[in-house]
């Protein structure tokens, strides 16, 4: 799976990873609705984070289709907010 961190680039993230990574956005869609701004940062953060941890960089001239496009890492809780779908940000 290709993921792309806006304003950062894409990594390359093995499927195997998606049900850590969908805690972590299961917390934040939590703390969205309840309004729990800190929370949030502290979150998102992390989510950002351990996609950064876990992905293989791909190089900066790549141009692959991405399946999955995170917010910036300054993203604003509203504009977190507008990206999210049913499922939030991590698919499954």
């Given at each position: 799976m290709?993921?792309?961190?806006?304003g950062?680039?894409q990594?390359?993230?093995?499927?195997?990873h998606?049900?850590?990574l969908?805690k972590?956005?299961?917390d934040?869609l939590?703390?969205m609705?309840n309004?729990d701004?800190?929370?949030?940062?502290?979150?998102?953060?992390?989510?950002?984070?351990?996609?950064?941890?876990?992905g293989e960089?791909?190089p900066?001239?790549?141009?692959?289709?991405s399946d999955?496009?995170?917010?910036?890492?300054?993203?604003t809780l509203?504009?977190?907010?507008?990206?999210?779908?049913?499922d939030?940000l991590?698919?499954?």
């Amino acid at each position: 799976m290709i993921v792309r961190i806006m304003g950062e680039g894409q990594v390359r993230l093995a499927d195997g990873h998606l049900t850590e990574l969908n805690k972590l956005d299961d917390d934040l869609l939590a703390e969205m609705e309840n309004g729990d701004g800190p929370g949030f940062r502290r979150t998102f953060d992390a989510l950002l984070a351990k996609v950064r941890e876990l992905g293989e960089p791909l190089p900066d001239d790549s141009l692959e289709p991405s399946d999955l496009i995170l917010p910036s890492p300054e993203a604003t809780l509203e504009e977190v907010r507008e990206m999210l779908s049913d499922d939030g940000l991590i698919p499954g």
